[in-house]
Nanobody, 119 residues
Framework: QVQLVESGGGLVQAGGSLKLSCAAA????????IGWFRQAPGKGREFVVA????????YHLASVKDRFTISRDNAKNTVYLQMNSLKPEDTAVYYC????????????WGQGTQVTDSS
């Protein structure tokens, strides 16, 4: 099992940047692919970006591909989401989630961190 805690959310003006962190507790963090999802007010949860266990492969929602960068430090059990050129439509609660190699879906979720456009 793995426990996930997000941090780094806050208020940001359009065009600004934020870096979210997803810290994991568990000895097998490096065996989990990690994804970031978001849920905007009144909308369903959507996939944003994901990273493979080794960090070699990443997958992006088309609308964030040139603005968001995901990375991981397995030695620190942490995944990062660098968000640049933020837009009002990026306002949402951001969640990180973990998926083991044996699962087809993300089975472990953090509590979320709020990102809000302050423009």
């Amino acid at each position: 099992q793995v426990q996930l805690v997000e941090s780094g959310g806050g208020l940001v003006q359009a065009g600004g940047s934020l870096k979210l962190s997803c810290a994991a507790a568990g000895r097998t963090f490096s065996s989990y692919a990690i994804g970031w999802f978001r849920q905007a007010p009144g909308k369903g949860r959507e996939f944003v970006v994901a990273i493979s266990t080794t960090g070699v492969s990443t997958y992006h929602l088309a609308s964030v591909k040139d603005r968001f960068t995901i990375s991981r430090d397995n030695a620190k059990n942490t995944v990062y989401l660098q968000m640049n050129s933020l837009k009002p439509e990026d306002t949402a609660v951001y969640y990180c989630a973990a998926r083991s190699a044996f699962d087809s879906s993300y089975g472990y979720w953090g509590q979320g961190t709020q990102v809000t456009d302050s423009s």
